[in-house]
């Protein structure tokens, strides 16, 4: 597979904008996160690895999660990286 067909597109929702900007919810406090849409096949690595290339960013973790508009993955930037910045250049903002 290659990395250019793991991303699928960012997922906006008010939950994955708090995300982002670090606005603390009930369970997460921490932000510097951002989601996406990606290929159902696709695994942490891979999504990983697509990120960091396409973005030019570090990542710490990546969380998986399948529902029915398809796989979202939640990726948590490194230290000195701002999912934000990435936000702005795939147009969330």
Known sequence: MKQSDILIR???SEKAMNHIS???????TD???IQFIVHRNADKEQIKAA???RFEVKVEKVWTRIQKDGKHAIVKLADGYSAEDVGMRVGIF
């Open 51 to 53: 990120v960091e290339d």
């Open 22 to 28: 670090g606005t603390p919810t009930q369970k997460y």
């Open 10 to 12: 960012p997922f906006v």
């Open 31 to 33: 932000g510097n996160k």
